[in-house]
């Protein structure tokens, strides 16, 4: 539990001072948080998108993508792709990833 706090805090003071962020962001966050906890913090952690997409609200997948990559390029995850139909992306959401 102090780790979700942690990765919270982190967050939301990069974001207040983040003009790029928008509710997508915001939710898909949420949901990644939410899902590190079912994995008992344990990072990087198995995503999967359309399960993702469907609590984020977000109904694009290119809507998705774009979210996903910005949220790493701004440094709020560590997003890992995979390019593999049998293999699932993974996230790191840890303290060591740098906000803004």
């Not at 997508?24 to 949420?30: A, Q, R, V």
């Not at 590190?36 to 997948?61: C, H, Q, V, W, Y």
């Not at 993974?90 to 803004?100: A, K, L, N």
């Amino acid at each position: 539990m102090e780790q979700i706090k942690k990765a919270l805090e982190n967050f939301m003071s990069g974001i207040d001072k983040d003009p790029r962020i928008s509710l997508s962001h915001i939710g898909l966050f949420s949901v990644l948080l939410h899902v590190r906890e079912e994995f008992d913090g344990i990072e990087p952690f198995p995503i999967k998108r359309e399960e993702l997409m469907k609590a984020a609200k977000i109904s694009s997948t290119a809507t998705y993508f774009k979210i996903i990559r910005q949220l790493n390029e701004y440094g709020y995850i560590h997003y890992l792709p995979t390019f593999n139909r049998m293999r699932q992306s993974r996230v790191s959401i840890g303290s060591e990833v740098e906000t803004m």
